[in-house]
């Protein structure tokens, strides 16, 4: 443990591009809050968002805001009830009201991108998300070694079973295998991984920020 607390400190000091304390705060405190009291009159679940304006997309609930300038910024004038009075059924806590105050005074960082999808978009089945399963051409084996044949390259040689459990650990957990598990089958491995806590932790968290 002390040397992956130590290799994660190295990355942020290396890499601090990798860590934005300003994008995590967005993502903890105001995307949820939008989504809690906006969504419902600003967001591409409308076919009109009020005014024109969607704040499910980050980029554009910035561009509403004067980044380091609570005061002169039109989301904060509406909340505060200052200018329009936003959300109309009633003023927001002042918690609320603070943390997107925070957020603008930290310059209203939001993620480099956001993937939105569109009612219409959505409604119309363009999305990938919504297309069904087409089979492929034979075996997935087969696939794979037809596109290396086409590169030049060939297959690695077979893996022994210490070094499968390994790979099984990593891929489905994220975590190194316990020594116990080396005595196992690769089958009973899968099994074992795939009804483990850790697998569902490793993978739910590529989806926590869509699903909130």
Not at 48 to 65: K, W
Not at 119 to 148: C, N, V, Y
Not at 172 to 179: E, H, N, Q, S, V
């Amino acid at each position: 443990m002390a040397g992956v607390k130590a290799c994660l400190t190295l990355l942020i000091c290396v890499l601090p591009g990798i860590a934005d304390p300003g994008v995590d705060f967005f993502e903890a405190k105001v995307r949820p809050l939008f989504a809690a009291k906006c969504f419902g009159c600003h967001s591409a679940k409308l076919a009109a968002p009020m005014a024109g304006l969607r704040l499910d997309d980050p980029r554009v609930a910035r561009s509403v805001v004067k980044p380091r300038d609570a005061a002169g910024s039109k989301l904060i004038q509406a909340v505060r009830y200052q200018t329009v009075g936003m959300p109309p059924g009633g003023k927001l806590a002042d918690s609320e009201i603070a943390a997107l105050v925070e957020w603008v005074e930290m310059g209203a960082p939001v993620p480099d991108a956001a993937v939105v999808v569109s009612k219409k978009e959505a409604g119309a089945g363009k999305h990938w998300a919504w297309q069904g399963l087409r089979p492929g051409t034979g075996s997935m084996d087969a696939q794979i070694l037809a596109k290396l044949q086409e590169n030049g390259l060939t297959m690695a040689g077979r893996a022994d079973q210490r070094t499968l459990i390994r790979r099984l650990s990593f891929d489905l957990t994220g975590l190194p295998p316990a020594d116990a598990d080396y005595g196992l089958s690769v089958a009973k491995a899968v099994d074992q991984y795939l009804a483990s806590p850790g697998f569902g932790e490793r993978w739910a968290r590529h989806w926590m920020d869509v699903a909130r």
